[in-house]
Each structure stands twice: as structure tokens, then as C-alpha cells.
């Protein structure tokens, strides 16, 4: 599942750079759906009944699931974007979030940067805490704490969205079991070598309370909040784990949890 990994993390990446005011989410899908083909795979999403576009591009107040098309993106949105490239039969899957600079709105722009940064802190958290896990919701129990300790300015907790969690990937891109996102009572699957997971939290501003839109696809927060996503697909195996859709298998991210991703032999 490397090559999927790894190519679902260039045109997400590429999907990234290309956020800017002026461009249409439409655009953006455009570029990653050129590197996914370029690099000899096909777009995951598109295997979804129903769904037609490479990626999922949420803005603002839209959670995930957002359909690109003509909507600008404007100074000052946070923008999450979801990618994924099957190659061969195997998938990968990742989320990152960007928030566009706006000089004349610094707070604003200071404190969705603040949501983004602690969403994706809870995700390494949660793929830390799964290299020592003996049992998979562990993770949930990571991600919650992180976010506990890393609250907004005014030192609120974010919103832990609920309803939509983690998952397994390989074959399809969306298998048993479920990765969750927060504490649970039962321990889950055992981790052991061969387990591949997507881990991706969602963190909004205030009320996790969401809404599907008319277009059912786009989840959206009730209260007009702000959301972030960040996702990464790991493999635990027979050494240790390593994050497929990283180009350095995690190192950067689990450095500071003293965590070291081992390569797949």
C-alpha cells in the first residue's frame, strides 16, 4: 500500500498548494485529480455511489464531505481537503487542512490556524499512541486528550465531531474497523501487524452538532463554526508502523510524541 500512500500525498499536497483567493474549489480538484492520473493510479472517491470528483473540499463551516465546484475561495477560509488514489487495488487515503492569510482579518486567521494545528496535533497524537497500543481505541482515548490540553485562546475545549470517525483501508477504502476519534468504553481490535488504518479527526469551533446540506454530501456545523481535518493512513507491521501517506512514514509528526516510524521491510 505504499505506492496508493504515497501518491494520494503528492496530489494532496499539490491540492494544497494550489488554496489560494480566487481559485475555485472545482480548480483545486482539477490539479489533484492531474497528479493521481499522472502518477499510473485512479481517483478512490470516484468509486463512492453517487460521487463524482476526486476530492472532498470543505470550507469554513463545512466539516467534510464538501463537493468542489464553482465556489471562491476567499482571504481568511480554513479549507479541508480530502484525497485518495487507488493503484493496483489497494487505496490510500489523507486529509489536510489549509487557512488562506487575510491581512486585514489576523484574528481570525490566528484562530482557525490555532483549530487546524490542534486537529492535526491530534491526529499524531492518536497514530503515536497506535505504535504502543495493545487494543485500536487507544487512539480515541489520544486524540481526546490531546484536544483537552490543547484548547482555543480563551481556553475552551474544541468540539470533537462524533458521527464521523476513522476507518480501515486496503482493499476498498472505507473497511472494518471504525477508528474513533474520542474515549469509548470498549477496548476494540487487537493491534497487530497487518492492521492499516485511516486516522482523522474532525475538530470544530464550538458545537460538534452537525447538519448534512441539501446536496447530501456536505456535512456542515450547526452553529456556524469553523471545522478542520487531518488524516494520515498507517500500517502497523511485524517492526513497527509506518504513516503510508507521508513521505517521510511520519517521522516529522511523531518526533515530538518519541515516536520513530519504522520502514516496511
Known amino acids: 500500500m505504499r505506492e496508493p500512500g504515497l501518491l494520494t500525498a503528492r496530489a494532496l499536497q499539490a491540492a494544497c498548494a494550489a488554496v489560494r483567493p480566487g481559485v475555485t474549489t472545482g480548480e483545486v480538484d482539477a490539479i489533484a485529480e492531474k497528479v493521481i492520473l499522472d502518477g499510473g493510479g485512479r481517483p478512490n472517491f470516484k468509486l463512492e455511489p453517487g460521487y463524482e470528483h476526486t476530492l472532498c473540499v470543505s470550507v469554513n463551516d463545512q466539516v467534510v464531505h464538501g463537493i468542489p465546484g464553482s465556489r471562491i475561495i476567499e482571504p481568511g477560509d480554513i479549507v479541508s481537503i480530502d484525497c485518495g488514489a487507488i493503484v493496483a487495488g489497494w487505496n490510500g487515503d489523507s486529509a489536510a487542512t489549509v487557512v488562506v492569510p487575510d491581512p486585514e482579518r489576523p484574528e481570525l486567521v490566528a484562530a482557525r490556524e490555532r483549530l487546524s494545528e490542534a486537529t492535526a496535533g491530534s491526529m499524531w497524537a492518536g497514530i503515536a499512541r497506535l505504535a504502543r497500543a495493545s487494543n485500536l481505541n487507544e487512539v480515541g482515548d489520544a486524540v481526546e486528550t490531546y484536544i483537552e490540553t490543547h484548547p ?69 456545523t450547526s452553529d456556524g463554526g469553523a471545522a ?25 509528526g511523531l518526533a515530538p510524541f518519541g515516536v520513530t516510524p519504522t520502514p516496511i521491510a
Open 152 to 220: 482555543d485562546a480563551d481556553g475552551e475545549a474544541y468540539g470533537i465531531i462524533e458521527d464521523y470517525v476513522g476507518h480501515g483501508i486496503g482493499r476498498s477504502m472505507h473497511e472494518e474497523p471504525p477508528v474513533f476519534n474520542y474515549r469509548v468504553r470498549q477496548a476494540g481490535p487487537v493491534v497487530k501487524p497487518g492492521l492499516v488504518v485511516a486516522i482523522e479527526p474532525m475538530m470544530v469551533e464550538k458545537s460538534p452538532e452537525t447538519h448534512v446540506e441539501g446536496d447530501d454530501w456536505t456535512v456542515t
Open 228 to 252: 478542520a481535518h487531518w488524516e494520515h493512513s498507517v500500517a502497523v507491521h511485524k517492526d513497527g508502523i509506518w504513516v503510508l501517506t507521508a513521505d517521510d512514514g511520519g517521522a516529522a
